[in-house]
């Protein structure tokens, strides 16, 4: 396995099979903030950060009033959101506390801090935000050290008393 990826690939975009198109909306669009970029019928839409084509696509062409799949399973673990700054990903959390909806988990990973939940569907959802590169944990080799420790939500939060 000589070959490598180019450094400047990047993930694009994720489609994700949902139940309920507008229960799935009203999560994304109305809790997390992404705006409807296109339709497919009643069947499909593309929500996006920005003005993107699509970050995201939602569709029922094989779930339409399914239930979810079961925990133990393959399938996609989450999809990652990565938010410009801390206080964006405070806003962010803030908001779905204040809706009253439910986080699994967060966690300092060293380069990263990171919030779960699940959407809807069950699909697993990572709200998280990069440390400056500076800040990284490095092992001796210079590649970083992530770890998984307690995130401190106070402080987290603490972010939107600072203006």
């Known amino acids: 396995m000589s070959y490598k990826i180019p450094p400047g690939t990047k993930i694009g975009h994720v489609h994700l099979k949902v139940s309920d198109l507008d229960r799935s909306l009203h999560f994304y669009c109305g809790l997390l903030g992404f705006e409807i970029t296109g339709r497919m019928g009643d069947s499909a839409v593309f929500i996006s950060a920005g003005g993107y084509h699509h970050h995201i ?15 133990h399973s393959t399938g996609l673990f989450h999809t990652a959101i990565l938010y410009p700054s801390r206080r964006e990903l405070a806003e962010a959390v803030q ?20 919030v779960y939940l699940n959407d809807p569907d069950h699909n697993g959802v990572e709200l998280y935000r990069d440390k400056p590169e500076e800040q990284w944990p490095r092992k001796q080799d210079g590649t970083p050290d992530m770890y998984t420790k307690p995130l401190d939500m106070e402080n987290l939060l603490g972010e939107l008393q600072n203006l």
């Open 95 to 114: 908001r779905l506390i204040n809706a009253g909806y439910p986080l699994t988990g967060s966690a300092d990973h060293g380069v990263s801090e990171a």
């Open 57 to 71: 696509g939602l569709n029922t062409w094989y779930s339409k009033n399914a239930g979810a799949p079961p925990m």
